[in-house]
């Protein structure tokens, strides 16, 4: 059974620093990672995907990894902003079973100015 | 490109009723999954349809039902609610023929059980 960890599960930042969020999961046997972001009570906005077969994307000032054979990914924001803060969902897409997704609990980060 | 829609945003039952959610995928998406989330946790899976079927599920009781309509959009239904049921339910909508396709979430249903 896959499972997703996110660490930290949350995190305070002055406005400006650079910062990773941490992603590790069980099985390997994964189509895509996707990082989501997701604001109190709302849905979720997807980031970044990557495929297994890729080690990185990049969006504006948000890079991730991807090493499929160690089970981890990060999630790297670069000069963060109050804008940031919101909860970072990690979640694999098994490429074994049903094809769905599996998430970790998230990291909440708050950016302060 | 239309995105994904929920309805309703929020709704308040009282524990025993039954409860529909609506959901309309994006466009071109013919797998559509329900997860529910609880306050301070990751999604959990309920269940996925492809294509009108039902080709996969999570550890939910059969109270927890679904179906998928002709034009992909699809509809979660609850029934004996429970006061644990009150979550945020996620709605998300991918290609179930191309594996390589992210998943593109609504804004989610709240429901809170009384």
């Known amino acids: 059974k896959q499972e997703v960890t996110q660490i930290p599960a949350a995190l305070s930042v002055p406005e400006g620093e650079n910062l990773v969020l941490n992603c590790s999961f069980t099985d390997s046997a994964i189509y895509n990672l996707q990082w989501f972001r997701q604001d109190p009570g709302k849905g979720l906005t997807s980031l970044l995907l990557i495929q297994s077969s890729q080690r990185e994307q990049t969006s504006g000032r948000l890079n991730a990894s991807l090493d499929k054979s160690s089970g981890r990914s990060t999630l790297y924001i670069a000069a963060s902003q109050p804008g940031d803060s919101a909860t970072y969902l990690c979640?694999?897409?098994?490429?074994?079973?049903?094809?769905?997704?599996?998430f970790g609990k998230g990291t909440m980060l708050l950016v302060s100015p | 490109e239309t995105g994904v829609t929920q309805s309703p945003t929020h709704l308040i039952k009282t524990r025993g009723q039954q409860v529909t959610l609506r959901c309309s995928s994006q466009s071109g998406h013919n797998t559509v999954s329900w997860y529910q989330q609880a306050l301070g946790q990751g999604p959990q899976f309920i269940f996925q349809y492809y294509r009108e079927e039902e080709n996969g599920r999570g550890n939910f009781p059969p109270r927890f039902s679904g179906l998928q309509f002709p034009n992909y959009s699809s509809e979660l239904n609850v029934n004996a609610l429970e006061l644990d049921d009150s979550a945020l339910y996620l709605c998300a909508s991918s290609s179930g023929d191309r594996r390589d396709y992210g998943y593109t979430f609504g804004s989610g249903t709240r429901l809170t059980v009384v």
């Open positions: 979640a694999v897409r098994s490429s074994e079973g049903y094809s769905t997704l599996t």
